[in-house]
């Protein structure tokens, strides 16, 4: 195999979205950048995958997978500055170490080199969620929507606007798009969490109860505070608007 192909290998594995996929996808975008050191995409490659590894809580060391991320990225950049997946890699792993404006500035110069690149307008999505610019995060992941509707990671984009439209208050729109998320076959415990947490928000605690134990049978370790820790909400009201529905649907604190 060439590094090509093993780049392809562990996409495939990534976005299968499970801790041992990630795991492999790790290995597998390693031995590509054994082969070919230069390759800009697969530098950036795993700096995604460890966001996937921090925010979903598959790591116990959250801090020093940023850190080397954001090494990778910025090698990544410095091997083909034109790469929309290096600027991608770095916008991620900036969003999640809390520098929102980092982030939007790499998005906004990724969709100038790439147009079309969904996963562009997905991450100034999510990135505008976090900034507490939630109708302006809306507009950007339709984009990303109408660009990939079949995206292999389609569950994120769904999810982020259900996100965007509980932070907003607009619940039922919100459960719409967060059940369409949860449909997806490969649909992660974030999917599941945010509808948790909308139910939670409109009272109805007996699916409430289930779709918390949906999140817990993916993640069985998750806990408010981890969530806390961990997603950069800049706005304390978004914040605790979500701690407090997934507080109500069930979930613990510790």
Same mark, same amino acid.
Do not use: M
């Given at each position: 195999l060439d590094a090509?192909?093993? &780049?392809? %290998?562990?996409?495939?594995?990534?976005?299968?979205?499970?801790?041992?996929?990630?795991?492999?996808?790790? #290995?597998? @975008? %390693?031995? /590509? @950048? #054994?082969?070919?050191p230069e390759f800009s995409r697969a530098l950036a490659a795993p700096a995604h995958v460890y966001y996937w590894d921090v925010l979903f809580g598959y790591s116990t060391t959250p801090n020093e997978l940023l850190r080397e991320g954001l090494t990778l990225s910025r090698r990544a950049i410095a091997a083909d500055d034109k790469e929309p997946f290096a600027h991608f890699a770095m916008s991620r792993i900036s969003a999640l170490m809390g520098d929102l404006s980092s982030a939007v500035a790499e998005l906004e110069l990724l969709i100038e080199l790439s147009p079309s690149f969904a996963h562009a307008y997905y991450g100034l999505g999510n990135a505008l969620n976090f900034a507490g610019q939630q109708e302006e995060a809306i507009q950007q992941i339709d984009r990303a929507i109408r660009l990939n509707p079949h995206d292999p990671a389609i569950w994120t984009f769904m999810s982020g606007r259900s996100l965007a439209q509980l932070l907003l208050e607009q619940y039922e729109d919100a459960l719409a798009w967060a059940l369409k998320g949860v449909r997806q076959a490969n649909a992660g415990w974030l999917a599941y969490g945010i509808l948790a947490c909308i139910y939670g928000r409109l009272g109805r605690n007996e699916e409430a109860r289930r779709a918390v134990a949906e999140t817990l049978h993916l993640k069985p370790d998750l806990v408010l505070? &981890? @969530? =806390? /820790?961990? &997603? !950069? &909400?800049?706005? !304390?009201?978004? %914040? #605790?608007?979500?701690?407090?529905?997934? %507080?109500? /649907?069930?979930?613990? =604190? =510790?």
């Open positions: 090509w192909s093993w &780049f392809q %290998r562990g996409l495939w594995h990534h976005y299968k979205g499970t801790k041992d996929d990630n795991a492999k996808a790790r #290995e597998q @975008i %390693r031995k /590509a @950048i #054994e082969l070919d505070s &981890f @969530i =806390e /820790a961990t &997603f !950069p &909400f800049q706005n !304390p009201v978004d %914040r #605790e608007l979500f701690l407090d529905g997934l %507080r109500k /649907a069930g979930l613990l =604190e =510790e």
